[in-house]
């Protein structure tokens, strides 16, 4: 099996979470799909690891798993934040600054 | 027939029949992510990619990060997701109506481009070479590998890295944190001022919820005397979510009633 089967199916699971980000509502469900964004480039980091036969790709796509936790606890955090103060997770509630 | 069983049996082929197994199956929910309703059936979903992202790990000679995927993603983060949405409430506001009209249309013909560019360029990039393979890199252990490159040559990422985790979590702890602006209400404090509230009745503690001998349940408000249904005696929480039903419906003189019709 070709090794770039892999990059098609992460380009297509970060379209697909990029499209989550813009049409989904809840701050949760859009920090989920930001998710999937970085899992779909940590894929593709593995894959390149693979094709290149060094193990570079795999420490980045480690350290992206670090980051993407640091990311999701401090988002959470804003988003339990914004709830606490405004009764809703819907990321178009927090329009104060338009009012 | 064991010729077909021996071609099976290389390395590539079993790899090809997890692939395109797996492979649908992970666009499958993760466009399901997208199209369903409740924000936990979404987390659900997004745990399968993230396994079916582990076994591709492992599948590709990165039996270190598959094992790290599992662990960190699917149990850790997918974790912290499902206790915010609890926190927040499970059956928290998701209005599908675009507050940007023909957003949807917009957002997924765009996406279809982008996504038609993505894949387009990679069929026609030269990656070049054949796939080199990790057999070589791997010769001493995946985790051996990483380790060796980790702390040599990715030293200085790995310690900003640690920094970064550390203001995380100060930062998490900061978010969190809230001060209070009003003074804490003692028991004491709350006694004296059921007694002191005018009215008797506040001091012998709210009326519990249900209609007794009829319909009995912590989300039907209980029936005064008069008949009217006592609001007091449903929790704030359950009448905040709207989870109240209507107590007229088991009134007394409803059901006798309804015995007659029968």
């Given at each position: 099996m070709n090794s770039a089967n892999y990059l098609y199916l992460s380009a297509l699971l970060f379209t697909i979470g990029a499209v989550g980000v813009v049409i989904r509502r809840n701050a949760i469900v859009v920090f989920m799909c930001v998710e999937l964004m970085l899992n779909a480039a940590n894929l593709s980091f593995v894959t390149f690891s693979r094709i290149n036969g060094n193990l570079d790709g795999q420490v980045v796509a480690f350290f992206t798993m670090v980051v993407a936790a640091c990311e999701v606890v401090v988002g959470l955090a804003i988003i339990v934040t914004i709830y606490r103060s405004r009764?809703?997770?819907?990321?178009?509630?927090?329009n104060l600054l338009k009012r | 027939m064991i010729n077909y069983a021996l071609e099976l049996g290389q390395t590539a082929k079993p790899e090809a029949l997890l692939f395109y197994i797996l492979a649908p199956l992970a666009v499958a929910a993760a466009i399901g992510m997208l199209v369903v309703k409740k924000a936990v059936h979404s987390a659900i979903l997004l745990a399968w990619v993230m396994i079916t992202l582990a076994i591709f790990y492992i599948a590709q000679d990165a039996a270190f990060l598959g094992i790290v995927q599992i662990v960190v993603?699917?149990?850790?983060v997918m974790m912290l997701f499902l206790f915010i949405l609890m926190l927040v409430g499970v059956d928290s506001s998701e209005s599908l109506t675009e507050t940007i009209k023909g957003l949807r249309w917009i957002a997924i013909t765009a996406s279809v481009g982008f996504g038609g560019l993505l894949i387009s360029l990679l069929g026609r990039a030269?990656?070049?070479?054949?796939?080199?393979?990790?057999a070589d890199a791997n010769s001493n252990g995946n985790v051996e590998g990483l380790a060796q490159l980790i702390f040599s040559d990715y030293v200085w990422p790995f310690e900003v890295i640690s920094a970064l985790l550390i203001t995380a979590a100060v930062g998490a702890m900061v978010l969190a944190h809230h001060e209070r602006t009003v003074k804490r209400v003692t028991q004491r404090e709350q006694s004296q001022a059921r007694f002191r509230?005018?009215?008797?009745?506040?001091a012998a503690g709210l009326p519990g919820p249900g209609v007794f001998a009829l319909h009995n349940a912590v989300d039907v408000p209980a029936l005064l005397p008069d008949g009217t249904p006592a609001a007091a005696s449903i929790s704030a929480t359950l009448k905040a979510r709207g989870d109240m039903l209507d107590s007229a419906q088991y009134q007394l003189d409803n059901n006798d009633n309804a015995a007659e019709d029968k």
């Open positions: 009764r809703s997770a819907s990321v178009d509630d927090a | 993603y699917t149990g850790a030269s990656l070049g070479r054949t796939t080199a393979g990790l509230s005018g009215s008797l009745a506040a």
